[in-house]
């Protein structure tokens, strides 16, 4: 039994010895307009930013507001100095109403996340 222990403390100080990015995966951090607020402006994108880097070629954002209707959408713009910023430009006005975002994305380290909030349009 003393043997596991020993074994598992070692195999954890090997695991904090290596560098968080090679663990990490790409966790939303903050979006605009954030999540369950009610926004009374007028928006023409999206804004998600993570936690890592992403890969725009193999993330997505599905927009969709009442009776699970998406909403139609530019393609993703990926900005930021380490790429952590996903922008969704929005083809035309949000009428008043919930609207639910699902995002997915691969981490430039090669990980999936996914994810969903919602927000309101007053």
Do not use: N
């Given at each position: 039994?003393k ?9 954890s100080l090997?695991?904090?010895g290596?560098p968080?990015v090679?663990l990490?995966?790409a966790?939303l951090?903050t979006?605009r307009?954030a999540a ?11 804004t998600?930013?993570?936690s ?9 954002v599905?927009i969709?507001?009442a ?10 713009i990926?900005s930021g ?6 922008q969704?430009p929005?083809?035309?006005k949000?009428?008043?109403?919930q ?6 994305v691969v981490s ?5 996340t996914q994810?969903?909030?919602h927000?309101?349009?007053k």
């Amino acid at each position: 039994m003393k043997m596991c222990k020993k074994a598992l403390l070692a195999f954890s100080l090997f695991l904090g010895g290596i560098p968080s990015v090679a663990l990490a995966h790409a966790h939303l951090v903050t979006q605009r307009p954030a999540a369950d607020s009610v926004v009374t402006s007028e928006t023409d994108r999206l804004t998600l930013i993570f936690s890592e880097g992403v890969e725009r070629a193999f993330s997505g954002v599905i927009i969709t507001g009442a009776g699970q209707k998406e909403i139609s959408t530019g393609a993703l713009i990926v900005s930021g100095e380490h790429h952590t910023h996903v922008q969704v430009p929005l083809k035309a006005k949000l009428a008043p109403g919930q609207y639910q975002v699902a995002w997915r994305v691969v981490s430039v380290d090669g990980h999936k996340t996914q994810g969903q909030y919602h927000f309101s349009i007053k």
